[in-house]
């Protein structure tokens, strides 16, 4: 037994003409007018985003060992957001001539003793517990 496919039509779907040029060029006018909207709506949020406030904290230049006393050479200045955590050096004056008192790595933030002896570490004992307390000796 031979099963053959039924295709209603379209007339029963309220449609009409699928072909008609004055519909075709509706949805593509109408698909246009949503993708600059949406377009639009993502640029601003980006936008927005991008700009900001930055401020520049002191990190390590390159991987530098425990007990090493900071000279320039081995610190540089990199863009954090805004909102530095207390702690944070945003100058090289500070830091300089300071023993370190756990290794670091390249780019990780310089920060004092007494902040990181009230912090919880949580975030980062969860991910890195070795890596948690990187502090400069006062």
Same mark, same amino acid.
């Given at each position: 037994?031979?099963?053959?496919?039924? #295709? !209603?039509?379209?007339?029963? #779907?309220?449609?009409?003409? &699928?072909?008609?040029?004055?519909?075709?060029?509706? !949805? #593509?006018?109408?698909?246009?007018?949503?993708?600059? !909207? #949406?377009?639009?709506?993502?640029?601003?949020?980006?936008?927005?985003?991008?700009?900001?406030?930055?401020?520049?904290?002191?990190?390590?230049?390159?991987?530098?060992? !425990?007990?090493?006393?900071?000279?320039?050479?081995?610190?540089?200045?990199?863009?954090?957001?805004?909102?530095?955590?207390?702690? &944070?050096?945003?100058?090289?004056?500070?830091?300089?001539? +300071?023993?370190?008192? +756990? %290794?670091?790595?390249?780019?990780?933030?310089?920060?004092?003793?007494?902040?990181?002896?009230?912090?919880?570490?949580?975030?980062?004992?969860?991910? %890195?517990?070795?890596?948690?307390?990187?502090?400069?000796?006062?």
């Amino acid at each position: 037994m031979r099963r053959e496919l039924y #295709f !209603a039509p379209a007339a029963q #779907f309220g449609g009409g003409d &699928f072909t008609n040029p004055k519909r075709i060029m509706l !949805a #593509f006018v109408m698909a246009a007018i949503l993708a600059t !909207a #949406f377009t639009w709506v993502v640029f601003k949020r980006i936008r927005a985003s991008a700009q900001r406030p930055v401020t520049q904290i002191v990190v390590a230049a390159n991987d530098l060992p !425990a007990g090493v006393a900071l000279v320039d050479n081995d610190i540089t200045m990199l863009d954090w957001a805004s909102d530095v955590p207390p702690g &944070f050096f945003t100058k090289k004056e500070d830091v300089l001539g +300071h023993p370190l008192i +756990h %290794s670091l790595g390249a780019k990780e933030p310089i920060v004092k003793t007494t902040y990181w002896r009230r912090l919880t570490c949580l975030v980062t004992w969860a991910t %890195s517990p070795r890596r948690c307390c990187r502090t400069l000796r006062s």
